[in-house]
C-alpha cells in the first residue's frame, strides 16, 4: 500500500468516526426513521461498506482518549474536535471500548445500534443493554471498554519523569551557557521539546504532572520546563501541528531568559521588590529580546521567541510591560506562554507576590482575569485542559478520604483520578489511586470531592507521591 | 530464509543505502542515476520483506548489527555510517514490511543531507521526527540530550527531602473536617462551536509571517534604549532582520521598515540619538549585502510592484551607488536589471563622479549600461567622463556613447562627434551622424556640410551618403535647400556612377525638406536614365506633391 493509500484510508477512518458521532448526536433528537437520520445512516453505511470491501473486519475502538481503527490510531484536526469528544464522551458513559462492522452492513442493523445506544444512555448497565440488543444483529457487534491497567503505568511514568528533568537539566545548561556566551547547541533544544511534545501526545496527564511538583531549589528552570510543557499541553488541545507544537515548546523554554540578567539579589529576595527593584525586574522582557537576538542567526523561531520573550508580561488589554508606544496585537504563542506562566508561577512559591496558590484557586483568580489580563478564549481552552481539580490539588472526599488530584478527567472535570493519602480511618496511606468516576454497585459515584484544601499550607509535598 | 542469508541481505542493503547516500548528494531528482539508486534500494528491501516482516539494525559507536550480527563497522572518525546515527543518540532503526517508496526516498534524503553545517538547525533524530515515518521506527537514547546525567536523581532527592511530616498530613486531615466551605460546582464551561470558530480565525491569523511584529518590537526597544551600547545591539537586530527579510524576498515589509524608519529620522520630537540611530539603519538597507540580496531575489523571478521599489529607492543614498553598479553586471532577468538601472538613474543624480567610474568597468555591457543610465539623468557634468568612453573598443559601447554625447550636447562634444565621422566602423560613423543631427545646432550642421562638400565623400557607400544628406535635412534652410538643388543638378563627366549616387541621395533629401518650389526641377529628371536617380526623384516628388 503505496503512502496516498494511507493517507485516504487515514481521512476515510476519521471521517467515519466523525459521521458515527454526527448520526448519534442527530438520533438523540430525531428517531433513526427520520429522513434528517436515515440520510445520514447511508452515509455512514457506505463507508463502512467501502473499507469492508477491503478488510473482513472493520474496528472502532476506543483507547484512552483516542479511536483506533482497525488498530490505527486516528488522527484528527480541530473541525473534528467537538465530535470526536462527544464520541468518547458518550462511549465512556455507556463502558463502550469498540464497535465491530463485518460482513455487509445495511442500514437496519445500523438502526438498531443508534435505537440501542441512545436507548442505553438512562441505562444502570448500559453496555450490556447495548450487546443484548444487538444479539439479532450478524453484521454488528461491541466490546467492552478496556481501562488502562494501572501495573503497566510504571515505565511511562519512568519516561516522563526522564523526558521532564532532561529537559530541566538541558534549560539550565543552555542559561549557563548564554550567561557565559557560549554557543548554544540548537538542535539539542528541539530534541528535547520533541520529546515533550510526544508525551504529551501520549502521556499528557503524566508530564502535566510534573509541572505540579514545585519545591525544587531551581526554581527558574522548572519554571521554563513547566511554562513549554503546559503550553504544548494547551497547544495541542488548540489542534497545533507538531512541528507547531515543537516551535511553541521551545519558545516557552525561552520566555524568561532576560531574567539572567537580573541580578541574583533581586532575583532571590524574600520580601517584595521595591520600586527601583520593580524597573529591574520589568527590563527583563527587553533583556530577552537582546539574549534571544544575539544567541544565533535570525530565523522563524528566534524571531518568535523574541515576540514571546518581549510580550508575556503584556496583559491581553496590552496593560502590564513593557509600555508601549504603538498597541500590538499580542502574538498568539505570547497569549498561550502567558497563560501557562501565570498559572505555573501562581502555584509556586518563588515568584514576585511570593504566596503560592493551591492550583485550583490559581485556576479561579485566572478566570477572573480574562478579558483584561487573559485571553478569554485561551483560558477556557486552558482550564478544560487542567480541570477544575488541577493536577497537586488536595481533595477531601465524602467518604473521610484525604487526597491529592493525580489526573485530570477530561470528560467529567469534577470527577479526576486521585491518590489518597489519608484513608477514611484517618491513617497516612501511599499510592492508592482512585478514579472519582467509579459507581458503586447503587449507580451512584463512589467517592466526590467535598471540599479542596491548600497542600502549601500543610507543605504536602507532590514529590512524595508523584515522583 | 537462512540466518547466514538474513545477515548477507542485510549487509547488502546497508551498502545499497550508502550507495543511494553517496549518489542523492551528487545527483539532482530528476537524474536517472537518483532514480536507478533509489529503484534499487527499494527493490532490494521488497525483496528481503518477501520472507521477513521487519529489518532491525541495531547501532553501535562502530558498527551497526542485525540480531547480534555485525552487519557495518568502520572505526574512522569522519566517514562513519554507524557513528553518523550513533552521535545524535540513535540506537535502533527499523524498517518494517509494507515501506512506501517515498518514505524510504524521504529516509535516504535525510541521511544524505550535510549534517556539519552551522546553519542546519535540526540533527537526524529531528527531521526523522519532523517526517513521521509510518513504517520506519527507531529508538533514541534521550539521555544524551541531558547536560547532567546525575540531574534527575540530585533533583529528586532534593525535593523528597522536604516531604511532609506525619504530623503536617494529620493537621491537614483534621482541619479539612473544620473547613465550612464547600467544594463550588464545577465551573469549566464546555466549548462550543462559536469557540472553535474563533479559534480557527486565531490559528488563520497567526499563520501570517513574524517578521512585521519582530519590526514593531524592535521599533518599540528604540524608545525603551538608555545607552550607547542599547543602541549598538538594537542596530544589530535592525541590521539582521532587515537582511532576514531581503532574503526572504519581503520588499514590500522592506520599503515599510524603510518609511518607518524614515519617519522616526525627521521626527523632530526624537532626540538626536534616535534620528542619527535610525538613519545608521537606514544606511545599511541600501548597502551592499541587501541590495546584492535584493538582486539575487529579483534575478530569481520573483515579481515585485514597481511602485514598491521606487518607494524604496527614495530612501536611499548616494552610498547605494556602488553596491547597485556591482550587481548590475551580475543580473541575468530583464527584470532585475531593469530595477537596477532605475535605482541608478534615481541614485546617480546624487554623485555624478561615483557613477562615473562605471564607466572603467571591463565589462562591456556594465559600460554601456552605465552610459545609457548617465543620458537619462541628462547632467552635463557626465559629458567630461563619457568623452573618455569614445575611443572605448567595443562598439556598441561606443555608439552608446556617441548617442548620449549628442543628447547631452557641451563642451568636446561637437570635436569628439566630428572624430567618429571618420571612425573606421560604419556604424560609429551612423551613430555620430544622427548624434550631431539630433544636436541641431549651426556648428553640427557645420561639421556634416562640410563632410558633404568633402572630396572623399562621394566614394562613400550609397547608403551611407543617404544617411548624410537625410541627416542635414534637420535643417531646413536655404544653405541645405541650395546645396541640395546644386547636388541635384551636378553633371560630371568622370565618376558619373558615384555622382549619380549623390543626386539621388539629394532628390531623396529634397523630398524630406517640403519645399515644393523645387518640384519642377525634379519633375525634369523624372525620366533620367539613370534607374537609381529617376527612383529617387518620383519617391521625392510624391513625398512633397501628398505633403508627406
Redesign the interface.
Known amino acids: 500500500?503505496?503512502?496516498n493509500e494511507?493517507i485516504a484510508v487515514n481521512r476515510i477512518s476519521k471521517e467515519l468516526v466523525n459521521q458515527i458521532s454526527v448520526v448519534i448526536r442527530t438520533s438523540q433528537i430525531h428517531d433513526p426513521n427520520n429522513v434528517a437520520v436515515s440520510a445520514l445512516i447511508d452515509k455512514m453505511i457506505s463507508m463502512i461498506n467501502g473499507l469492508l470491501a477491503y478488510e473482513q473486519m472493520i474496528s472502532i475502538e476506543l483507547r484512552g482518549d483516542f479511536f483506533y481503527v482497525n488498530d490505527s490510531r486516528i488522527r484528527y484536526t480541530?473541525?473534528y474536535?467537538?465530535n470526536f469528544e462527544y464520541l468518547v464522551q458518550e462511549f465512556k458513559k455507556r463502558e463502550l471500548g469498540a464497535v465491530l462492522f463485518r460482513g455487509k452492513v445495511a442500514p437496519d442493523d445500523i438502526q438498531v445500534f443508534v435505537r440501542a445506544f441512545i436507548a442505553s444512555g438512562s441505562s444502570q448497565k448500559p453496555f450490556e443493554a447495548i450487546e443484548d440488543k444487538l444479539i439479532t444483529v450478524k453484521s454488528l457487534s461491541v466490546d467492552r471498554l478496556k481501562h488502562i491497567v494501572e501495573k503497566n503505568s510504571f515505565e511511562p511514568r519512568k519516561m516522563v519523569?526522564?523526558?521532564y528533568?532532561?529537559a530541566?537539566?538541558?534549560t539550565?545548561?543552555v542559561i549557563n551557557k548564554i550567561k557565559s556566551g557560549e554557543k548554544v547547541n540548537?538542535?539539542?533544544a528541539?530534541?528535547?521539546v520533541?520529546?515533550m511534545v510526544?508525551q504529551i501526545l501520549e502521556q499528557e496527564q503524566l508530564l502535566l504532572g510534573m509541572t505540579a511538583?514545585k519545591?525544587?531549589?531551581?526554581y527558574t528552570y522548572h519554571h521554563s520546563v513547566n511554562v513549554s510543557v503546559l503550553s504544548i499541553a494547551l497547544g495541542q488541545r488548540?489542534?497545533?501541528n507538531?512541528?507547531l507544537l515543537t516551535e511553541l515548546g521551545i519558545v516557552a523554554i525561552f520566555h524568561d531568559i532576560g531574567k539572567m540578567d537580573i541580578p541574583y539579589d533581586i532575583l532571590n529576595k524574600p520580601t517584595n521588590f521595591t520600586e527601583d527593584e520593580w524597573k529591574i525586574i520589568r527590563k527583563h522582557p527587553?533583556w530577552g529580546?537582546?539574549a534571544l537576538?544575539?544567541l544565533k542567526?535570525?530565523?522563524?523561531?528566534t524571531?518568535?521567541s523574541?515576540?514571546v520573550a518581549?510580550?508575556h508580561h503584556m496583559n491581553f488589554d496590552l496593560t502590564g510591560y513593557?509600555k508601549?508606544?504603538?498597541n500590538?496585537q499580542l502574538?498568539?504563542?505570547s497569549r498561550i506562554i502567558s497563560l501557562a506562566d501565570q498559572y505555573d508561577a501562581m502555584t509556586s512559591s518563588r515568584v514576585y507576590s511570593r504566596i503560592p496558590l493551591s492550583p485550583d484557586k490559581a485556576l479561579?483568580i485566572m478566570?477572573e482575569r480574562a478579558n483584561a489580563q487573559l485571553d478569554p478564549?485561551l483560558l477556557?481552552?486552558f482550564?478544560?485542559m487542567v480541570?477544575?481539580f488541577p493536577i497537586g490539588t488536595?481533595?477531601?472526599l465524602n467518604t473521610k478520604e484525604?487526597g491529592l488530584v493525580y489526573e485530570s478527567n477530561q470528560l467529567f472535570?469534577?470527577r479526576p483520578r486521585v491518590m489518597i493519602?489519608?484513608d477514611k480511618e484517618?491513617r497516612?496511606i501511599k499510592g492508592t489511586v482512585v478514579d472519582l468516576a467509579e459507581k458503586n454497585d447503587q449507580g451512584t459515584f463512589a467517592r466526590t470531592?467535598?471540599?479542596?484544601?491548600d497542600?502549601n499550607?500543610?507543605?504536602?509535598?507532590l514529590?512524595?507521591y508523584l515522583? | 530464509m537462512q540466518v547466514s542469508e538474513d545477515i548477507r541481505k542485510a549487509k547488502d542493503i546497508i551498502q545499497v543505502i550508502l550507495k543511494s547516500r553517496k549518489i542523492l548528494r551528487m545527483y539532482p531528482e530528476n537524474n536517472p542515476m537518483y532514480i536507478n539508486t533509489l529503484q534499487e534500494n527499494y527493490g532490494k528491501l521488497k525483496d528481503y520483506f518477501f520472507y521477513k516482516d521487519e529489518l532491525t539494525l541495531a547501532i553501535k559507536q562502530n558498527e551497526i548489527l542485525y540480531e547480534g550480527e555485525q552487519v557495518y563497522h568502520s572505526a574512522e572518525k569522519e566517514d562513519n555510517f554507524a557513528l553518523f546515527f550513533f552521535k545524535d543518540?540513535l540506537r535502533e532503526i527499523s524498517f518494517k514490511k509494507?515501506l512506501?517508496?517515498?518514505?524510504l526516498e524521504a529516509f535516504i534524503k535525510i541521511i544524505s543531507l550535510d549534517f556539519n553545517r552551522d546553519?542546519?538547525?535540526?540533527?537526524i533524530?529531528?527531521l526523522f521526527?519532523?517526517r513521521?515515518f509510518?513504517k520506519i521506527q527507531y529508538v533514541v537514547d534521550?539521555?544524551i540530550?541531558?547536560?547532567?546525567e546525575e540531574?534527575?536523581e540530585k533533583?529528586?532527592q532534593?525535593?523528597?527531602e522536604?516531604?511532609?511530616?506525619?504530623d503536617?498530613?494529620?493537621?491537614?486531615?483534621e482541619?479539612?473536617f473544620r473547613?465550612t466551605?464547600?467544594?463550588k460546582?464545577?465551573?469549566?464551561?464546555?466549548?462550543v462551536?462559536k469557540?472553535?470558530q474563533?479559534?480557527?480565525k486565531?490559528?488563520d491569523?497567526?499563520s501570517a509571517d513574524?517578521?512585521t511584529?519582530?519590526f514593531?518590537?524592535l521599533?518599540?526597544?528604540i524608545?525603551?534604549s538608555e545607552n550607547r551600547e542599547d543602541y549598538e545591539?538594537l542596530a544589530?537586530?535592525f541590521r539582521?532582520?532587515i537582511?532576514?527579510t531581503t532574503g526572504r524576498g519581503d520588499l514590500y515589509l522592506l520599503n515599510v521598515i524603510m518609511g518607518r524608519l524614515h519617519e522616526v529620522a525627521e521626527n523632530r520630537d526624537f532626540s538626536e540619538e534616535i534620528r542619527t540611530f535610525a538613519r545608521r539603519v537606514m544606511l545599511f538597507a541600501g548597502s551592499e549585502p541587501i541590495i546584492t540580496l535584493i538582486g539575487e531575489v529579483l534575478d530569481g523571478g520573483q515579481e515585485t510592484d514597481e511602485k514598491v521599489l521606487d518607494d524604496f529607492l527614495k530612501h536611499l543614498e548616494r552610498s547605494s551607488i556602488v553596491p547597485f553598479m556591482k550587481i548590475l553586471g551580475e543580473l541575468k532577468s530583464i527584470h532585475a536589471r531593469k530595477f537596477v538601472i532605475d535605482a541608478l538613474i534615481f541614485l546617480g543624480n546624487k554623485d555624478i563622479a561615483i557613477l562615473a567610474k562605471g564607466l572603467s568597468d571591463t565589462r562591456w555591457y556594465v559600460v554601456r549600461n552605465i552610459i545609457y543610465i548617465l543620458r537619462k539623468i541628462g547632467d552635463k557634468r557626465a559629458v567630461d567622463y563619457l568623452l573618455k568612453t569614445v575611443k572605448h573598443g567595443d562598439v556598441r559601447v561606443k555608439k552608446e556613447v556617441i548617442r548620449t554625447l549628442g543628447e547631452l550636447g557641451g563642451a568636446g562634444v561637437l570635436q569628439a562627434l566630428r572624430d567618429c565621422l571618420d571612425d573606421a566602423d560604419a556604424q560609429v560613423r551612423s551613430s555620430a551622424l544622427k548624434s550631431l543631427s539630433n544636436m541641431g545646432s549651426e556648428a553640427a550642421k557645420r561639421i556634416i556640410l562640410n563632410k558633404i562638400n568633402d572630396k572623399p565623400f562621394k566614394a562613400k557607400e550609397f547608403e551611407e551618403k543617404k544617411e548624410f544628406f537625410e541627416a542635414i535635412t534637420r535643417w531646413k534652410d536655404d544653405e541645405v535647400y541650395n546645396l541640395l538643388i546644386s547636388a541635384l543638378k551636378q553633371n560630371v563627366l568622370f565618376g558619373r556612377a558615384k555622382n549619380y549616387e549623390v543626386r539621388a541621395c539629394a532628390a531623396f533629401a529634397l523630398g524630406f525638406m517640403g519645399r515644393r518650389e523645387c518640384l519642377p526641377l525634379l519633375q525634369k529628371y523624372r525620366g533620367d536614365g539613370n534607374k537609381l536617380f529617376r527612383e529617387a526623384v518620383v519617391g521625392a516628388t510624391r513625398r512633397l506633391e501628398h505633403g508627406q
Open positions: 500500500m503505496d503512502s494511507d480541530l473541525e474536535l467537538l519523569k526522564k523526558t528533568f532532561n530541566v537539566s538541558f539550565k545548561g540548537i538542535r539539542k528541539k530534541r528535547v520533541e520529546t510526544d511538583i519545591d525544587y531549589d531551581e488548540l489542534g497545533l507538531r512541528k527587553v529580546v537582546k537576538l544575539k542567526k535570525l530565523d522563524d523561531v524571531i518568535r523574541a515576540i518581549f510580550e513593557p508601549l508606544r504603538k500590538l502574538d498568539f504563542f479561579s478566570m478564549l477556557k481552552f482550564v478544560n480541570g477544575v488536595m481533595v477531601m484525604l472535570a469534577s493519602i489519608i484517618g497516612r470531592i467535598v471540599r479542596t484544601m497542600p499550607k500543610y507543605k504536602i509535598n514529590a512524595e515522583l | 543518540g509494507g512506501p517508496a517515498d518514505e546553519v542546519m538547525d535540526d540533527d533524530v529531528t521526527w519532523e513521521d509510518q534521550e539521555l540530550l541531558s547536560d547532567d540531574y534527575e533533583a529528586v532534593e525535593v523528597k522536604k516531604a511532609a511530616t506525619d503536617d498530613i494529620l493537621r491537614a486531615y482541619e479539612a473547613e466551605e464547600q467544594v460546582d464545577a465551573s469549566i464551561v464546555p466549548l462551536d469557540d472553535l474563533m479559534l480557527l486565531e490559528l491569523e497567526d513574524k517578521t511584529k519582530l514593531d518590537i521599533f518599540e526597544i524608545h525603551l545591539d544589530d537586530f539582521n532582520a537582511e532576514f
